[in-house]
């Protein structure tokens, strides 16, 4: 199959419609982000001529039509000023005396709109406080590329052409199949670059626009003014902070501000009087895009190989259906396994490099995780806690020890039950019993620093012998009386067999309660939520605790999810160790 | 070195109706090799491991020795024992299995090397000391186990069908082993089997066990040749000894000679005393086949195994199963009626209740 003319034409038409597709997504974003740009240009636009045109009497509602008509046409001579601008005063065209004039119609709309290839937005009078009567329109066209010179100047479209060659010669020479994916992949990638410049270009462009306006309107402001002061220009950058600033280069870039990546613009008020208008960059929106354009762009060679299954087992049904059953009964475990295991943490991996606003923000979540000295109380106190492990698993392992001996008959049995009782008891009734025990004595050991933590662990240990001891003895069950009796031979005592032939042949099982254990330690929660709180003094914040704060008291989800997946990454190696450590196979002969 | 002695000894596991040794004496002579052989369930791995310490007899004494041991820990018996499954420490290597022993008793490092370099010589474990038991053949388990038990020259060995998990040609080489080792070693062994091959090729003595009692000890051929009742004879032998139940009656000439009536068969035997149920064992060595009407008896072919060196006939002597084997490829046909010869000068004559008569 693979090789003849009839396949060389499905892969490359695959291969081209799949190239088209992206290209066509692609162009479809920036413009996307070239319109939005249109949009709050438009919106600056009106802004400046409503704070540069005097009112047209001392109350008036409209602006001064001979004012605003010098106005609108100096816009356009504005050095660096390159959009497309018509401004309305009621319907009428001011820049372009020939134009045609709006529809009434159009002056009733107050929300951006698109008419001809050109955003509308309403133009307001002045007002002293609220919004404005509408006194006109302000119209911008979008600056860029057409749409062929769009795609033909894109990154991506090499990149297309690249794809759809290689699949071709795949096709034809039955090349491996990852040298169409490694294109395909390239292809995704620098669709995804060129979103992302468009991304880009669109936040540069306002700034650089508003920046115009802003310079300009702090020498065109009407009035008597000693001094422009950066609440009399912010207006025109709506949407945006003004801060006073240093000067600097007046082209826009990006840098970080409290954590978070911002774009940002310097513009000159006067000689000296710098201020900088910051907003975020629009780029910081496009990981989806990412995620879409490689995943349209690798559908080509996973239909190739597709393709390539359907016509080789075309010939062998069986294996077919055979296939095609097991995915049956594989898909609602997958699914199950993909919609509750890796969906919820691949949605933690997304907040946790977002911002409470929902920007990214990079590592920032987890810088300041780190640098969060609450955070290294809980690690230490989660820590310590965890202590209990080792203590609780030695008297597991002692009670396993008596009550496995042949011969203990009924009271063993009765005993088993009366140790596996508090595991098998409410965790929160069991936290309120310890509650009132604790509360017993001289002094309050739950509300005492010192203890507080002592008294989870003692409980915890309590509630965790039982289970312990099950495995334990379920491992001591397997291991053949035969080396017991062979150690008795040899001369060990009692000590000497435990020691030097139970215990080895238990390692597995110790490992397992081991971990086990450790994870369930860094996982605990409810005792701390019940009885303490993570009181007094943050004595008892253990880290699952400190988690539940950050994203539900203080609302920080990116912390939260931040932290929640540093504690993973430290049990994957904690885990890592211990078997590296312990977990040299015990292989029985 | 040292006997073993065995007095009366008992012993009843908890929640079992039966007893698992009843009343067992059995002595074992110093430096000698003697065999417990029974079927399973016979008491004899329970006997073993009496002697051992592993279990605690209900009544009776063990003695190893003059010394009476039977309370002592197995530390304290200065024995050594091979598991069938060899029991070795699966987390240890074969250097440190063989070692342990020693290290318990607090032997020094230098000379638990030596001692270990010696026994794995002289088991053929040099190469091995480094591998783990589950890295080892059957055989080298086996070797592994046994180089465990020689290591601290012990006054007895206990072997636990030690060779009873390897395939056929590795039990005649571990067979072998095993005698070189006792003739090298002059020490006392005590060797539980079922396989009555084991018996027979390894014991200076075999002990014949049957729900918790010894029916017979003595020598292979003794036990082989004169055994003492009905179930010893059929323990020893492959095909087992024909039984046949009949009657034996006085002829009309009168003395010594009865006639033993089984099935079809009439049997001529010398019994003075003794008429009426009788039980005679023919081996099948000592069963022939001739033409119709010319033997004992008459019987039909039922079936023949063609072994090569000797062929097996399956006999039906009106009623009386009979098996006999023939030197040497026999024509015989299946379903055809043939005269059975018996061998009257290799009966063993037993009562009715199966014990040996004269």
Redesign the interface.
Known sequence: MTGTRRWVTLVTVVAAVLAVAVLAVARWQEQRFARAAAVRIAASTAAYLAVVTPPDRADSSDLNLAQLLVQARALTTLPGWRWPVEVYHVTAPLVDAAASPLSPAELERTEPRWRDGAVLVPLRGPAPEGDGAVVGVVAVRPSGRGVVLGVLLAWAFPAALLSVVVAAAGAVRSRPRRHYAAAAALLGLAAYADVRGAARRSTDDWLTATRLLMQEAATRLPGPRIRVVPTDVAPVAAGAEVVWAESAPQAPRRKTVRGERRAVVAVRLGSGRWVEVRTSPAEATTGVWVVVLLGLALIGPLARTALQWVERSATQPRTLRETAAAWGFLAPAALHLAVFSVAPLLFVLYVSVHGAAGAFVGLANFRAVLWDPQVWVSLRNTVLYSLYVPVSMALALAVALVLSRP?RGRPALVLRAVFLLPYMSSVVGVGLVWQSLAGLGPKDWLGTQRTALLVLMLLTVWTQVGAQMMVFLAGLQRI?R??L?????????AW?RFW??TF??L?PVTLFVLVTGVIGAFQMFTYVYVLTGGGPLHATDVVVHRIYQTGWDALEFGRASALSLLVFGLLLGATWAQFKLLGRE???? | MASVTLRGLTKAF?GATQLALRDLSLEVRDGEFLVLLGPSGCGKTTAL?CI???EDPTAGDVLIGDRVVTHL???DRD???V?Q???????LTVHENIA??LE??GVPTAEVGRRVAEAAARLGLADLLGR???E?SGGQ?QRTALA?AIVRAPAVF?LDEPLSNLDANLRLELRAVLLALHRALRATMVYVTHDQVDAMTMGDRIAVLHEGRVRQVGSPAEVYQRPADVFVARSLGTPAMNVLAGRARGTAEGGDERMFESGSLRVPVALPTYEGEVQIGVRPEHIGVSGVDQGAGNGDVLNVELLGNETVVHLNAGGQPLVARLPGLVDVQVGTRVGVKVDRHHLHLFDAGGMRIG
């Not at chain 1, 009796?485 to 005592?493: E, F, K, L």
């Not at chain 2, 499954?85 to 987390?91: E, R």
Request: cysteine-free; proline content about 13%.
């Open positions: 011969g053949p035969a080396y009796d062979a150690a008795r031979v040899d001369g060990a005592n000497q030097r032939v080895p042949l390692r015990a292989e029985y002969a | 908890d491991r051992a310490g592993l820990p197995p530390a024995v050594a024992m598991f499954n060899y029991a070795l420490y699966p987390h342990f022993p318990l008793r783990r038991p589950a080892l388990r465990r206990l």
